[in-house]
């Protein structure tokens, strides 16, 4: 069964205290993995989309890689306005659907 | 401005009535989606669609129904067969269904 599952749940940081979030996945025939961060009240904003194994995307503070089995977010030197929700999604083989983790809550305070 | 419009915002309805939300999108995008997230869980997949006059059945399609009869617009019916109808509700679309999708802002629904 494909699944996704994420950690930690939550993590809270002090701003400029770097860490990252994680993505683990088991799926078959993996077409594609993206990660959405989520304002409260909001619509998911897409982030990233990852293709293969060893692929790397950087955008301001965040990097997003991936191996054959998960992905990891990496925050370097976060700011309280990266405070949000971090979803993470696969995309199985030719199906067009996306299959969601249950997210992580990010909270960094100043 | 190109983008992903879901209306209402805020819908209340009482229990045992039909409720449409509204999705229009305007980035020519052939693939829409309908996903409901509840509190402490991630998004999970109502139905689907690659391409006008076509849709299949997502994780949790029961008590709910779909159209796709012109590419920019998918609306989503609530029944009254849906035994749990109060959540947040997330419309999607992608260029082909095989990249990545863009979100509405959503529509919370409470059944009263």
């Known amino acids: 069964e494909d699944q996704v599952t994420q950690s930690p749940e939550a993590l809270r940081l002090q701003e400029g205290e770097s860490s990252s979030l994680n993505c683990s996945y088991t799926v078959s025939g993996l077409r594609g993995l993206f990660w959405y961060r989520q304002d409260p009240g909001k619509g998911p904003e897409f982030l990233f989309t990852?293709?293969?194994a060893g692929e790397e995307k950087e955008k301001e503070r965040l990097k997003a890689t991936l191996t054959k089995k998960e992905s990891f977010l990496h925050i370097t030197a976060p700011k309280p306005e990266d405070s949000a929700t971090y979803l993470c999604?696969?995309?199985?083989?030719?199906?067009?659907?996306?299959?969601f983790g249950q997210g992580t809550t990010l909270q960094v305070k100043p | 401005d190109g983008g992903i419009t879901q209306s209402p915002k805020y819908l209340f309805r009482k229990e045992g009535q039909n409720v449409t939300l509204s999705c229009e999108q305007n980035l020519n995008h052939d693939a829409m989606y309908w996903y409901r997230q509840d509190p402490g869980q991630g998004l999970r997949l109502i139905y689907y669609?690659?391409?006008?006059?076509?849709?299949q059945k997502g994780d949790i399609a029961e008590g709910y129904s779909v159209s796709r009869e012109k590419k920019e617009s998918f609306p989503l019916t609530v029944t009254s067969a849906q035994k749990n109808p109060t959540a947040f509700y997330l419309c999607?679309?992608?260029?082909?269904?095989?990249?990545?999708?863009?979100f509405g802002q959503g529509t919370r629904l409470t059944v009263v």
């Open positions: 669609s690659q391409i006008v006059n076509d849709f």
């Open positions: 990852l293709y293969s």
């Open positions: 999607a679309s992608s260029i082909t269904g095989l990249t990545e999708a863009f």
């Open positions: 999604a696969v995309q199985p083989g030719n199906t067009g659907k996306l299959i």
